[in-house]
């Protein structure tokens, strides 16, 4: 293998290494997601790396991260699904090499290209099992044939960071049921000391700590905790 394959092999090898530190790490899904958008311009020598993710509730795709600071690129910006070439990627759930985006008639940011300086961009489908979750794109600011190494490489970066956001997102949801169990057992304790207490049937001491949440403008479990912390000082 030649001394600049070679160099360029370890490079893509440590840019891996880094990015799954990154996911088993505990840092913000943010944090992650710009190290990861950071790192692979960096060893793909592109100019901009950026980051897009489906959402599901408004169906279109947003950037959720990218590395450049350039202000117009900064600005929120969505695309419907299967709208432009990030739409087209993630509908067809397969990779796409534009060797010119300002000659692209799918690519919808042309004005924006141009002020920048961009011109060739990989896209690379982001999966989890057979669902595409968003899309990853590195662009040059010269014409580019990108390699299948090059491919290679965004599409396992890409997985990569599919995986950590599943992963992120299966933690919030399991911490939101877990929060909402807990919430739940402290409105049934809390309602089971106002019906022994003041001789309530079950009904009336939930609207009453439903009543209380809404005239104080506080959650029914902060409430909750509020009557069972006064029950508990006064045994």
């Given at each position: 293998?030649?001394?600049?394959?070679?160099?360029?092999?370890?490079?893509?090898?440590?840019?891996?290494?880094?990015?799954?530190?990154?996911?088993?790490?505990?840092?913000?899904?943010?944090?992650?997601?710009?190290?990861?958008?950071?790192?692979?311009?960096?060893?793909?020598?592109?100019?901009?790396?950026?980051?897009?993710?489906?959402?599901?509730?408004?169906?279109?795709?947003?950037?959720?991260?990218?590395?450049?600071?350039?202000?117009?690129?900064?600005?929120?910006?969505?695309?419907?699904?299967?709208?432009?070439?990030?739409?087209?990627?993630?509908?067809?759930?397969?990779?796409?090499?534009?060797?010119?985006?300002?000659?692209?008639?799918?690519?919808?940011?042309?004005?924006?290209?141009?002020?920048?300086?961009?011109?060739?961009?990989?896209?690379?489908?982001?999966?989890?099992?057979?669902?595409?979750?968003?899309?990853?794109?590195?662009?040059?600011?010269?014409?580019?044939?990108?390699?299948?190494?090059?491919?290679?490489?965004?599409?396992?970066?890409?997985?990569?960071?599919?995986?950590?956001?599943?992963?992120?997102e299966l933690m919030?949801?399991?911490?939101?049921?877990?929060?909402?169990?807990?919430?739940?057992?402290?409105?049934?304790?809390?309602?089971?000391?106002?019906?022994?207490?003041?001789?309530?049937?079950?009904?009336?001491?939930?609207?009453?700590?439903?009543k209380k949440s809404?005239?104080?403008?506080?959650?029914?479990?902060?409430?909750?905790?509020?009557?069972?912390?006064?029950?508990?000082?006064?045994?």
């Amino acid at each position: 293998m030649p001394t600049k394959a070679k160099a360029s092999y370890a490079k893509q090898i440590e840019a891996l290494k880094e990015i799954s530190t990154a996911i088993s790490s505990d840092r913000y899904i943010e944090d992650v997601l710009r190290l990861i958008v950071t790192v692979t311009a960096k060893v793909m020598d592109s100019k901009v790396c950026s980051l897009w993710l489906i959402d599901e509730k408004e169906n279109c795709l947003k950037v959720r991260a990218t590395q450049t600071m350039n202000k117009e690129y900064l600005k929120e910006r969505s695309l419907k699904l299967g709208e432009g070439v990030v739409g087209y990627v993630s509908r067809r759930d397969k990779p796409a090499i534009t060797l010119d985006v300002l000659k692209e008639p799918r690519y919808k940011e042309k004005e924006l290209a141009k002020k920048m300086g961009l011109r060739s961009m990989l896209s690379v489908p982001m999966r989890v099992k057979d669902k595409v979750i968003g899309v990853i794109n590195c662009y040059t600011s010269y014409t580019h044939k990108f390699t299948k190494t090059e491919l290679d490489l965004l599409t396992t970066v890409a997985n990569q960071a599919a995986i950590c956001i599943e992963n992120t997102e299966l933690m919030v949801r399991s911490k939101v049921i877990q929060e909402e169990l807990e919430s739940r057992k402290l409105v049934e304790r809390a309602k089971g000391i106002l019906m022994r207490e003041y001789d309530l049937l079950e009904n009336e001491a939930f609207s009453r700590i439903r009543k209380k949440s809404m005239d104080s403008r506080r959650s029914m479990r902060e409430i909750a905790e509020a009557i069972i912390l006064a029950y508990e000082m006064k045994k």
